[in-house]
């Protein structure tokens, strides 16, 4: 069993550039008490910064450092589930991966960040709206949990 | 918080219009204008050859990529080319995920990457 399965962290950072490493450092530590190896916690590490980045390029650019975001991690018996809040006025979410798609001559960082996110974990949500922000949800499964269920 | 805690950048010059560009640490959003600050003052210099050195970065994210992919396009506008050596295992995912990897040439070592700008450069 995952260490404290059923437990949550939750932290307020601010939206500056310079805490991204700090909120990495924090889920690769929570990860690793949950037994994550080494290749998921590095997934997690990328994910995450990636989701945090661009809720400070996206989601409150004008203010920088004025608004917090928030990151949750809900720790379950075989996954961890994070979840990063901005305040902001939101995106749409296809738009931009679809920025990627259409090849290197469009790339966007925030498109290349998308496209990550999606491939280092194994479920990610995005919901986006003007009144309430932009809410990444991602979860990664635990290897071994994975490898019991083949 | 300084830059200088998460990464180092050194840049050396090879020859008239070659440079090496040796990064170490985390290439992240705070992180990664110190490099790009480095290789633009290289390009303004006429280094339009760089060779970016990845051996002893531990992280890069999509604020990186997105750098070295700008200063890719830059150097080539001008004739130039921009080579990545030893991107550890990690990084090398990443830029298989971004599908760049089939955009970067990547060498195992500075002298090959020197070499074949050298070897570009008198073929131009």
Redesign the interface.
């Known amino acids: 069993m995952a260490a404290c399965s059923g437990c949550h962290v939750e932290m307020r950072l601010p939206n500056r550039?310079?805490f991204?490493?700090v909120a990495?450092l924090a889920v690769s530590a929570i990860a690793s008490r949950m037994h994550f190896d080494i290749n998921e916690i590095?997934d997690i590490?990328?994910a995450l910064?990636?989701a945090y980045?661009n809720a400070?390029?996206h989601g409150c650019p004008v203010s920088e450092g004025t608004e917090m975001i928030t990151l949750r991690c809900d720790l379950e018996e075989d996954a961890l589930v994070i979840t990063v809040h901005d305040p902001g006025d939101g995106f749409d979410p296809a738009t931009a991966t679809r920025q990627?798609r259409h090849g290197?001559a469009t790339?966007?960082?925030?498109g290349?960040?998308m496209?990550?996110i999606e491939?280092?974990m194994d479920e990610v949500d995005f919901a986006s709206d003007p009144d309430d922000g932009t809410r990444v949800r991602m979860v990664k499964r635990r290897h071994a949990m994975k490898a019991e269920e083949r | 918080m300084g830059n200088a805690i998460n990464l180092e950048v050194h840049t050396h010059c090879v020859d008239a219009r070659t440079a090496i560009v040796d990064i170490s640490g985390e290439m992240d959003v705070y992180t990664t204008p110190q490099a790009k600050t480095a290789m633009l003052d290289l390009l303004e210099k006429g280094y339009y050859h760089l060779v970016v050195n990845l051996q002893h970065t531990d992280y890069l994210d999509s604020t990186a990529l997105g750098v070295l992919v700008g200063m890719l396009k830059r150097v080539r506008e001008r004739g130039g080319d921009l080579r990545l050596v030893a991107p550890s295992p990690r990084i090398r995912r990443l830029l298989e995920i971004t599908r760049l990897i089939n955009v970067f040439p990547i060498d195992a070592s500075e002298q090959e990457a020197t070499n074949k700008l050298m070897q570009e450069g008198m073929e131009s």
């Open positions: 550039a310079e991204v490493a990495r590095e590490k990328v910064g990636e980045t400070i390029q990627h290197t790339l966007t960082e925030r290349l960040g496209l990550l491939s280092l």
